[in-house]
């Protein structure tokens, strides 16, 4: 499909509230581009359309490797269009969506050059005013850019027209200036990347709230929860960079991007700094689910444990093995008291258990043991087989997914260890609540002789398509129609964007095939809406209704773009923040045209 005179759409990549983004060949040159497109309904809508060529205008006056680079821009079939350079790579939201925390090197490493694009940008007297996790690229080659500047302000010779009549920016990431409404700068920036290395570094957003306003307020009046609180234990040094760039005061946060790079640069140091940046290629990589994972201190305790366990079974063994030797070369008044020290080795040391194994590769930890059996859980596989099926390439996900972070790795396998919970083949799963089995208590044990390897398969098909994954380890996208494990008790967790998390025990039997056909459930909030009688509602551009609304409205959770329009009153248009199972009350006021 040929669209416009030089750029010939090849596919879709993603659609927004405001625009779509498709990549694109450039025919003249015979390149690959992204065309970032503005819906044509808002094309008539003067607060999109400034935005978008103010976007346009701010980024093609930039011009450093960690910003998105502008090709070209104008309006066709009067349409708006942007041309950019296509990122081979993934969002930093898809990479925290996938690993959901980063050891601290790398997430400064992606932190350092972010500094470096602000530090351009603010030179050039522009403040991105929306950096977030969805706004920054990472490339195929390690490479961090900086996209979407479509809230993007001159420093010098701004109107206050926005400050004065909304907020914008993703909620999550404001700086406490920009949630109260005030005009913000250059500071406003870091403290949004603060939040960004913040979430990166402990897993959890610091001022997630239960809704639009409950986030606002945590940025303007909470301080972020220490990490320790989520089990992260940071150097002193790392906190200390957190907690300057975080203050709510912006006179004593970092002053410019450049202080806060050089902060990261003396805390590592530029040996340490070139290592890290040179593999945060590995947070794409299909084969690197062991190397990048975070290891925090009780990971590293747990480390140092297994391996001490290890170690006492191997020493244990030599000496029942130099004793079985000498009961066979000792005169016979001997081979008694010989026969007496092998009785009591006959009892091995407990070697790892199920969950410490799994907080082991969660760990990155794979040598040492591969190939020990355990009771009922058949062999200690490493982290990713060469048998193991990994996902095909596509345009949209062209990375495999890794295993588990450590806690949930020990939450999969505490649940493969809990004798106590029922299973069922077949399951129900309502909104809301959590996955409920039925079916009676079957046991693990067989006849078969000891040392026998028994082993099942379970077939997996999921509407819609999902990631799944089998005690912490991705193992495919569904449908699978086979996957073999060991006999027993197993978790699966399939996940798919803007669904339910789907988690379910299920029980392989020797020589059988458990299938499960899943139906997903979205997740969904609710906008409750409060404005004048008569306004038009439109909700991502399309047209709800007049108010007074009958009633809230349903929308799948996430960001979506929310206009209120009447003759005589100026336009109310704004992003909001909608959270799974909660009701976002808006009370919107419409300013009267004079």
Request: one cysteine or more; charged letters at 20%.
């Amino acid at each position: 499909m040929s669209d416009g005179k030089n750029y010939q759409i090849l596919e879709l990549v993603a659609t927004g509230g405001t625009a779509v983004l498709y990549r694109a060949v450039q025919t003249s040159l015979d390149r690959v581009v992204a065309v970032k497109k503005l819906h044509h309904h808002l094309t008539t809508d003067e607060n999109f359309t400034r935005r978008f060529i103010l976007e346009a205008k701010a980024a093609a006056s930039l011009d450093h490797e960690n910003i998105v680079k502008i090709i070209d821009f104008g309006v066709e079939d009067g349409t708006y269009m942007m041309v950019m350079e296509f990122i081979e790579g993934e969002s930093f939201r898809e990479i925290l969506d996938t690993w959901k925390q980063l050891p601290a090197n790398l997430a400064l490493a992606v932190c350092h050059q972010v500094c470096m694009g602000l530090e351009h940008a603010h030179a050039k007297g522009i403040i991105h005013r929306d950096i977030k996790p969805g706004n920054v690229m990472l490339t195929r080659m390690g490479r961090v850019k900086i996209t979407d500047f479509g809230l993007a302000k001159l420093a010098q010779g701004q109107t206050q027209h926005t400050a004065a009549n909304s907020i914008l920016g993703t909620p999550l990431y404001m700086s406490p200036e920009q949630a109260f409404g005030e005009s913000v700068d250059q500071r406003s920036d870091l403290f949004s990347l603060g939040t960004m290395l913040y979430e990166s570094l402990t897993g959890h957003q610091p001022f997630d709230g239960e809704n639009y306003m409950g986030v606002i307020q945590n940025i303007i009046h909470q301080n972020a929860p220490n990490p320790a609180r989520f089990g992260v234990d940071l150097p002193s040094g790392v906190e200390a960079i957190l907690l300057k760039a975080m203050h709510k005061n912006r006179d004593t946060r970092f002053q410019s991007a450049r202080e806060f790079r050089q902060a990261i640069e003396k805390h590592m140091g530029l040996d340490a700094l070139k290592e890290a940046t040179e593999n945060l290629r590995s947070l794409l990589a299909a084969d690197a689910a062991t190397m990048v994972l975070p290891k925090t201190e009780r990971a590293r305790t747990k480390k140092r444990r297994l391996r001490r366990s290890i170690t006492v079974a191997f020493i244990v063994g030599a000496v029942a093995g130099i004793a079985a030797l000498g009961y066979f070369c000792a005169p016979d008044t001997m081979k008694g008291q010989i026969a007496e020290i092998l009785a009591h080795t006959e009892k091995k040391p407990a070697m790892p258990t199920a969950v410490e194994q799994n907080e082991l590769f969660a760990a990155g930890v794979t040598d040492g043991f591969a190939g020990v059996s355990l009771p009922g859980n058949g062999p200690v596989q490493p982290a990713a087989p060469a048998n193991s099926p990994v996902p095909e390439d596509s345009a949209a996900r062209s990375v495999a997914q890794p295993i588990a972070s450590a806690p949930a790795a020990e939450e999969a396998a505490r649940a493969s260890n809990a004798n106590t919970l029922p299973e069922n083949p077949t399951t129900t799963q309502q909104p809301g609540d959590a996955v409920t089995s039925k079916n009676d208590d079957s046991s693990t044990e067989s006849d078969e002789p000891a040392g026998v390897e028994r082993t099942g398969w379970l077939s997996v098909a999921s509407e819609p398509t999902a990631e799944m994954t089998i005690d912490g380890r991705y193992v495919g996208d569904t449908p699978r129609s086979r996957v073999e494990l060991t006999s027993g008790r197993h978790t699966l967790e399939c996940r798919s964007p803007k669904y339910e998390p789907y988690v379910e025990r299920v029980n392989i039997s020797t020589g059988e095939i458990s299938s499960r056909n899943i139906v997903m459930t979205k997740l969904v909030g609710r906008i409750s809406l409060s404005t004048i009688e008569g306004a038009e509602v439109y909700l991502d551009g399309v047209f709800i209704g007049p108010t007074p609304l009958k009633g809230p409205i349903e929308v799948e959770a996430g960001h979506h773009q929310l206009t209120v329009k009447k003759a005589g009153y100026h336009v109310w248009n704004n992003s909001v923040a909608v959270d799974a199972k909660q009701l976002l009350a808006l009370k919107i006021t419409l300013s009267t045209i004079y």
